[in-house]
């Protein structure tokens, strides 16, 4: 892909099934990758395996000192930042409406949505300190354009960073930077695994997978593959725009004729 070699990528979420995915995808390409997660552990295995230079920074991405701490770590190591993936994500409580707390409600917001608002300002003031635009990627969901009964505040986090991407790519468009985002649908992570019936053994993912258009459940690889292509210089042309990388999920009725 163009214009990514010996650009600068900063990752959040990097020790998960997706963003680790990303950050290997990227170093492939040729990018320096900033790993950012709470999870120490995993996070410097990541970046460790790398083949490219990387850095791994531990941060809550909810924290703004934590950002700004990732982003001056990132500048520290490398002198710029060109590239962001903003990914970091919880799904938070799979409890039904009448039974969802404040609490847990406000425990997705801060990760999902107050983290990417975040992780979006930092990257264009860095932006705006180094001279130079980059480009952005942030992780939706099929979440971000379906309902399901059990899923709201995830739900209403993923719908929400549709808002900070379109608030944000009408902003950036006229200083050059892009910002596109992906929409995974079956992913079989971390994340997935703690889905209900998932975690209860009520479901598998053959089940859900058969649903979708291809009739498998996707890989990190597979959702990387399209951020990369989102930061690259092969989608110069795109921004404000939402991939879905489902399988072809969400073009699927529910209803039939
Ligand atoms: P994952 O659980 O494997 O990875 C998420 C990572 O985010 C973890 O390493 C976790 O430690 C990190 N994280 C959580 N809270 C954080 C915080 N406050 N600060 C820093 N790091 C934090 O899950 P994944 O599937 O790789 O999820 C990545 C993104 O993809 C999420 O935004 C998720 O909502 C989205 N997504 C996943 C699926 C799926 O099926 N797996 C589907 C749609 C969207």
């Keep these: 892909m163009r214009g990514l070699t010996g650009k600068v990528a900063i990752v959040t979420g990097a020790a998960g099934g997706i963003g680790a995915a990303t950050a290997r995808r990227l170093a492939e390409e040729g990018a320096r990758v900033v790993a950012v997660d709470l999870d120490e552990e995993r996070l410097r295995k990541v970046a460790e395996s790398l083949p490219t230079e ?3 920074v531990r941060a ?5 000192n934590d950002v700004a701490a990732y982003v001056g770590a990132a500048v520290e190591r490398f002198g710029r930042v060109d590239l962001h993936h903003l990914n970091a994500g919880i799904p938070g409580s799979f409890a039904t409406l009448p039974a969802l707390t404040v609490a847990e409600f406000d425990k997705v917001m801060a990760v999902n949505v107050r983290g990417v608002f975040l992780g979006v300002r930092a990257a264009f ?9 980059g480009n952005i990627v942030l992780t939706g969901s099929i979440g971000s354009l379906r309902g399901s009964a059990d899923l709201l505040a995830y739900q209403t986090s993923k719908h929400a960073v549709l808002g900070i991407l379109k608030g944000a790519a009408m902003y950036g468009g006229p200083l050059g930077v892009r910002v596109n985002a992906v929409a995974p649908g ?3 992570t971390d994340l997935f695994a703690a889905t209900p019936d998932v975690a209860g ?3 598998d993912m053959s089940r859900r997978a058969s649903s979708t258009p291809l009739r498998r459940a996707g890989t990190g690889d597979d959702v ?5 292509f989102l930061l690259s210089d092969d989608a110069a042309y795109m921004t404000g725009e939402v991939v879905s990388v489902d399988g072809g999920a969400s073009i699927v009725s529910t209803v039939r004729p």
């Design 224 to 228: 990387a593959g399209v951020v990369a």
């Design 201 to 203: 053994g009520k479901d």
């Design 60 to 64: 809550d991405v909810s924290d703004e």
């Design 186 to 188: 079956i992913v079989p």
């Design 125 to 133: 003031r860095q932006y705006e300190a180094q001279g130079s635009p």
């Design 54 to 56: 990387g850095h791994w």
